[in-house]
């Protein structure tokens, strides 16, 4: 190893060189690995259903090939979720240790209050959902009627919304004139966008497609194993049929249920992965050809150095251990440097022994 130093200090131009390859390479990988990591594990965060156990949502086309031992499934995110059957809300809630199972629809709108306010963009959802963020009331009363509406404190303290007034909701379904009879507001993370609730069967007109939801949230029972209630809930759902190419509900828990919410993370992650993979791969590739350049350079510009030293009865395995050691210098010097840095703010610190 001291000898590896002093031919570091003789040529320092080979060993910086060397160096900033090898500081390059490691900062480009990293990179490279950092992107990656976080397209695997990233799901998008949970807000609207944060209070959920678990979710059940059709988010990805399945296209199965081949048939028997032969088979192969391969998923492909949707661009937007597809829709589930309300009927699966009853025999979910049937399930030991459910506490709470709710259809949830979103209807896109604009709010106004009189004729000449402004809109605010609003999306409405079935009071019975309200428990899977949860939101809970700080004035008034749920929604027990048609013409009944809940809205979120931030967007009745904005749009000045106040008690019994009446607000009209326009979506794509057509425009409705509701009464405010409650304020609510999320007791978890905060929703990013203004929601109003409203009864269910209202909710789904607002939607438009009645008897079918988009997401169907599952609250479970304290205690209760979460991969168990996934298993069950799974179980529950109906068998996929034998078609090569068709949607199914699954079953989102954890981190997952991001994805329900942000059906464009899925491709997000899918691209990330795959430019994180390839460009990761050619990097390292390239990495190593300039590394290993470099470092061949190095060795023979010291080919009589190198002489020298075989002269001396040197064997060439002796050669090949000063050749790795220098490198091994050069690659742990940054960590070295820092660690010393450490050391002497430690030592040269008030009250230190």
């Known amino acids: 190893m001291r000898v590896a130093l002093r031919m570091l200090r003789q040529r320092p131009a080979a060993a910086v060189a060397t160096y900033l390859a090898l500081w390059f390479a490691v900062a480009m990988v990293t990179a490279c690995g950092v992107m990656l990591e976080s397209g ?158 409203v009864d269910d069967s209202e909710a789904e007109a607002l939607a438009g497609h009645p008897g079918w939801a988009e997401v169907i949230g599952v609250v479970a029972e304290p205690g209760v194993d979460r991969t168990a209630l996934t298993n069950a809930v799974a179980a529950a759902l109906p068998p996929t049929a034998d078609r090569a190419v068709d949607a199914y509900p699954r079953v989102y828990a954890g981190p997952e249920r991001g994805v329900v919410e942000s059906p464009d993370v899925a491709d997000g992650r899918e691209f990330v992965i795959a430019v994180s993979s390839v460009f990761g791969g050619a990097t390292l590739l390239i990495a190593i050809l300039v590394i290993a350049g470099t470092v061949g350079l190095s060795v023979k510009q010291r080919h009589r150095d190198i002489a020298l030293l075989r002269a001396i009865a040197a064997t060439p395995r002796q050669v090949r251990r000063l050749v790795i050691r220098e490198a091994v210098v050069l690659a742990c010097w940054p960590a070295l440097r820092a660690s010393g840095r450490s050391a002497s703010h430690l030592s040269n610190a008030p009250g230190s022994a």
């Open 40 to 197: 695997i594990r990233y799901h998008g965060t949970v807000q609207r259903h944060a209070g959920s156990t678990v979710l059940v949502a059709t988010t990805d086309l399945s296209v199965s090939s081949g048939s028997g031992e032969d088979r192969s499934v391969e998923r492909y995110p949707l661009p937007e979720r597809a829709r589930v059957d309300t009927s699966l809300v009853n025999r979910i809630a049937q399930l030991p240790g459910v506490r709470l199972a709710a259809a949830d629809v979103a209807a896109p709108g604009q709010l106004a209050i009189g004729a000449g306010s402004p809109g605010y963009a609003v999306s409405t959802h079935p009071w019975s959902a309200a428990a899977l963020t949860p939101f809970t009331l700080q004035a008034g009363g749920a929604p027990t009627t048609n013409g009944e509406a809940v809205v979120d404190a931030q967007l009745a303290a904005t749009a000045k919304v106040r008690l019994g007034q009446q607000i009209r909701i326009a979506a794509a379904s057509g425009t409705r004139t509701f009464r405010v009879s409650g304020i609510a507001a999320a007791t978890g993370p905060a929703v990013d966008q203004s929601t109003d609730f």
